[in-house]
């Protein structure tokens, strides 16, 4: 059982150590990709930022007196912008020329630079063109036409005046990756801190289960395999203590269920005892009585032996009947539900003494008082009566004659002493057993059956007292209750 309580404890061990590394994983993976996403945010608006203050830079280098605003005009631009697109567009919106498109038909009224060119001069914004089909950052700037403007732009300019235009816009748009493709350039990069950072984990999981996990482990190898429970390290030490005193209760309730089970196979063995030893008690009397009453019957015998028979069966069975009455007596010790109440022991002792002194003269036993006065005890003047008088009676029946039964009675105790035949040693541990007799002969004769030390014993037992025995062979015994 303890083996299987150690492999336990080393797979609980083990299902510890894979959850610290697969949390740590999870943690440092999260981690590592949402720095990933901040930083390509982070990067992405620093470069639009960039990207902005450059525009503008671009937008000084046009000259207004030198283009024509159109599609030769805005490619020349282009160039000197290293490859920039550049859009001319009209006041009412429409797109006079574009350096990356040959036509464009759609109105830019509505986008957001050019809108925000048209009420404040200039305009930015970041989207994916519609035209082109790329993400673009734009940066468009409002222009009045110029009475100055040289013979090249004259033209167009004639044509605006004309028309009632008073200004004209110029949008510079330059590529920029978005963020999910700033994100997509950096996961290899990403995979291979991943990679590393697996590695980490392990390496984290082993020092941590070295240096955390590994005493609790041999802290519970201990609870499972043996008695006593160590740890040098302060702080399992309150759980050292804690699966040391479990250990021992659980050792404590074995040992119990282990004595209640031999108390069991014991209470059976005993149960089949006394019945073996009733049967017996009981036999002896019924195989007399049955003889002699089938000799009377055949008729076979004269008068004065008729009146032995009669006067055996009449014995035999005062004999079984006062067998049953000890028996039923024996009995209702344990199923008598009466409550217990104040029995004034010293006078109930006094008075058995009374009762029992013609037996005891008869045996030339003399019976010495040393009683006190006024004890009382909680428990009921039956079972009080069953003690006290079995005590005393036993005492009688097996003193010598010319002999002595002292009584004694006090607040803590109650003695009965006899110089009787006493017990042999080997008896001793034997006498409050029942159907258990110290002399043979004895049994049956006044009503002993080997029952009533048995009984004083389950009345103590019942009590919450102790009764114990002195005796030396040939001596005489003294029987002691505690209260």
């Not at 608006?45 to 030198?66: C, H, I, P, Q």
């Not at 759609?106 to 082109?132: F, I, M, P, Q």
């Not at 700037?141 to 004309?162: C, H, K, M, P, W």
């Amino acid at each position: 059982m303890r083996f299987k309580s150690a492999v336990a404890a080393a797979l609980c061990v083990n299902v510890m150590k894979l959850r610290i590394l697969c949390i740590s994983v999870l943690i440092t993976f999260a981690g590592i990709l949402a720095y990933s996403f901040v930083s390509a945010e982070l990067y992405y608006d620093s470069s639009v930022d960039g990207m902005r203050g450059t525009l503008s830079v671009y937008m000084n280098a046009f000259d207004e007196s030198y283009y024509a605003l159109d599609a030769d005009a805005a490619d020349a631009f282009s160039q000197k912008l290293d490859g920039a697109r550049i859009t001319f567009i009209a006041e009412d919106g429409s797109v006079l020329a574009d350096s990356a498109a040959a036509e464009i038909t759609e109105n830019h009224l509505g986008r957001e630079e050019v809108k925000n060119a048209v009420k404040d001069g200039e305009g930015y914004a970041v989207r994916r063109s519609a035209t082109v089909g790329i993400d673009y950052v734009y940066y468009c700037r409002r222009f009045s036409y110029s009475q100055s403007a040289t013979s090249v732009a004259q033209g167009n300019q004639a044509d605006a005046a004309a028309a009632g235009a008073d200004y004209y816009m110029v949008r510079i748009a330059v590529p920029v990756a978005s963020e999910w493709a700033m994100f997509a350039d950096t996961l290899p990069t990403v995979i291979i801190y991943l990679i590393i950072d697996l590695f980490a984990c392990v390496i984290f999981t082993y020092v941590a289960t070295y240096f955390i996990l590994r005493p609790v482990e041999n802290l519970t190898r201990q609870a499972a395999l043996s008695d006593r429970i160590n740890t040098r390290f302060k702080e399992l030490q309150p759980l050292a203590e804690i699966l040391d005193d479990r250990n021992k209760d659980i050792e404590r309730k074995m040992n119990e269920i282990k004595e209640e089970k031999e108390l069991v196979e014991k209470a059976q063995n005993s149960k089949n005892e006394f019945i073996s030893n009733i049967t017996h008690e009981m036999n002896t009397p019924l195989t007399s009585i049955r003889g002699y009453a089938e000799l009377l019957a055949s008729g076979m015998m004269n008068k004065d032996q008729q009146d032995a028979a009669y006067k055996t069966i009449l014995k035999q069975s005062e004999r079984l009947t006062n067998l049953i009455a000890c028996i039923i007596n024996y009995n209702e010790i344990d199923n008598s539900d009466v409550p217990a109440c104040d029995v004034d022991l010293s006078k109930l002792a006094k008075e058995m003494l009374a009762v029992v002194k013609p037996e005891a003269d008869k045996r030339k036993v003399t019976l010495i008082d040393k009683i006190s006065d006024n004890v009382i005890v909680q428990s009921t003047h039956e079972r009080m009566s069953e003690m006290v008088g079995n005590l005393i009676r036993n005492a009688i029946r097996y003193n010598k004659e010319g002999g002595s039964v002292t009584v004694t009675l006090d607040i803590d105790h109650f003695e009965v002493a006899d110089t009787g035949i006493g017990i042999s040693e080997e008896n001793l541990n034997k006498v409050f057993s029942r159907f258990f007799t110290v002399d043979k002969s004895h049994s049956g004769k006044n009503g002993g059956f080997g029952l009533g030390l048995a009984m004083v014993k389950k009345i103590c037992q019942r009590e919450g007292w102790r009764i114990s025995v002195k005796s030396k062979e040939g001596e005489g015994s003294v029987f002691t209750v505690k209260f």
